[in-house]
């Protein structure tokens, strides 16, 4: 009797043991996308790319992480090989155009301008023994057409800045070439300084162009627009469908 009891004891355990488990949810699959902006430099509280970054993981929290680059030489390939796993999809952005800029072109050089801990480059290339330049294998023209249609004045640059910028255009290119199996997409948007003036274009045709002040809320209608112009241009459905 005592024995059938035991057995019992330990079929109700292994049974409860089952359930528990099968009740266990499954951890949470990390964001496809990573977008990125980096922490304050010259002076200011705020950077525009972080606000920005801020804005769309917001909006679209299931799918999106938002990570902070700092502004130091050398940082920007270590945040990239810091994230694991890699995802499919990385949007960063920089600030101080003018306007938003599609950079598509990146060199294996630094300037020498000093970082926020206020050293100078300790080499001059990004990466070493890489190639000297690197450049956006995407087609973005029409992503960059669609955003200054939705009111946004975009447009492809091939001039990064030689900056912590292009260093971190440089670092996720080659990165992608790295690991081409994870980041199918990479991009580098350069958006004007917060507070700056920004001329919009009109609502409707021939209407005089409109100023704006960039802030969070113009930053946040911006960064929609980006994912619905990344939708409809199909860079997003190209890079997410090759999961796996």
Not at 76 to 96: D, Y
Request: aromatic residues 6%.
């Amino acid at each position: 009797m005592t024995a059938a009891r035991t057995f019992i004891g330990i079929g109700f355990l292994c049974l409860t043991g089952l359930v528990l488990h099968a009740q266990t949810p499954l951890a949470p699959q990390p964001p496809a996308i990573v977008v990125s902006g980096f922490e304050p430099f010259g002076g200011r509280d705020r950077n525009a790319s972080w606000t920005l970054a801020g804005e769309i993981a917001k909006a679209f929290p299931r799918e999106v992480r938002a990570l902070q680059i700092p502004v130091v030489w050398g940082a920007p390939l270590t945040a990239i090989n810091n994230v694991k796993p890699l995802p499919q999809v990385w949007i960063a952005f920089g600030e101080g155009t003018p306007e938003f800029q599609i950079e598509i072109l990146a060199h294996n050089q630094r300037g020498m301008s000093p970082d926020n801990q206020q050293a100078k480059p300790a080499q001059a290339e990004i990466v070493s023994d890489a190639a000297p330049v690197l450049k956006q294998q995407a087609q973005v023209k029409d992503l960059a057409d669609a955003l200054t249609q939705a009111g946004f004045p975009t447009r492809v640059s091939q001039s990064a800045g030689r900056y912590l910028c292009e260093e971190m255009l440089y670092s996720l290119l080659h990165a992608q070439q790295q690991h081409p199996e994870a980041l199918r997409l990479v991009l580098f948007i350069h958006v004007p300084v917060l507070e700056q003036s920004l001329a919009v274009s009109p609502a409707k045709q021939g209407a005089p162009a409109a100023r704006k002040q960039v802030d969070a809320a113009l930053l946040k209608a911006f960064g929609k627009q980006l994912f619905t112009a990344l939708r409809t241009t199909g860079l997003l459905k190209t890079a997410l469908s090759r999961q796996n």
